[in-house]
């Protein structure tokens, strides 16, 4: 049962263009939300996250959107550089003591001249 | 800048046989994690340490699966014996302990691991 899904494996933008990458989940547990970056050969590296008491999170290019009642998140990259390309992974948790994250399957990134 | 180190980066074996990896997270970090990501989808926990003690092995498929993290701080993962769908990358991340807050986690480069 895959709690958390990411419908789109890959996604082509223009540089300069925004990017929106979408992530769903289904266990309404669920009360953090984080994104994380991949290149090939290296290890997830965190990007931004957001607090199910929000709704929106911004740090440079990089906003987080919250809607719960939907239960679905996206992730905008504004603008859109050659270096952001890459596989991004949408996480979630339930807070706790043992924090576990629960991972979507990735969206390949590709951002071309 | 502090890193996650894993190795080997990259590992050959053939089935039947055994295979170990290793583990040394951000100093300081109590907390320790084995992911297992099959091409195509996310990390997978497998196993979490907090400090020595094992907090999560759920998802660890213990009948060839083991994990150890004697002195609380370097970790080994080991499989014995490797079966052709163990083939992924092996991740290890870790995380301060933060009680109900914010524990971001870092992580390694990962091992490669391809069974023939």
């Known amino acids: 049962d895959q709690q958390v899904k990411q419908n789109s494996p890959s996604l082509s933008v223009q540089e300069g263009r925004i990017s929106i990458l979408n992530c769903d989940y289904t266990?309404?547990?669920?009360?953090?939300f984080l994104w994380y970056k991949k290149y090939p050969a290296e290890g997830p590296t965190f990007l931004i996250s957001?607090?199910?008491?929000?709704d929106k999170n911004e740090d440079g290019r990089f906003t987080v959107f919250l809607n719960k009642s939907a239960k679905h998140l996206s992730l905008h990259i504004v603008p859109s550089q050659p270096g952001d390309s890459a596989v991004y992974f949408c996480?979630?948790?339930?807070?706790?003591?043992?924090?576990?994250?629960?991972f979507g399957t990735g969206t390949r990134l590709q951002v071309t001249l | 800048e502090a890193e996650v180190a894993q190795s080997p980066r990259y590992k050959i074996t053939e089935k039947s046989q055994a295979v170990a990896f290793w583990c040394d997270p951000i100093?300081?970090?109590?907390?320790l994690y084995w992911y297992r990501q099959i091409l195509g989808q996310g990390p997978e926990l497998l196993v979490q340490?907090?400090?020595?003690?094992?907090?999560?092995d759920s998802q660890l498929p213990k009948d060839r699966f083991s994990a150890e993290r004697l002195k609380g701080v370097d970790s080994t993962l080991k499989i014995q014996p490797a079966e052709l769908g163990d083939s992924a990358m092996y991740l290890c991340?870790?995380?301060?302990?933060?009680?109900?807050?914010?524990?971001?986690?870092?992580f390694g480069p990962g091992t490669r691991l391809t069974v023939l």
């Open positions: 957001i607090s199910s008491i929000k």
């Open positions: 266990n309404s547990m669920f009360d953090y």
């Open positions: 996480a979630a948790r339930i807070t706790g003591t043992a924090s576990k994250l629960t």
């Open positions: 991340a870790s995380s301060l302990f933060v009680a109900l807050g914010d524990n971001e986690q870092f």
């Open positions: 340490f907090q400090d020595e003690s094992v907090v999560d």
């Open positions: 100093s300081g970090h109590a907390t």
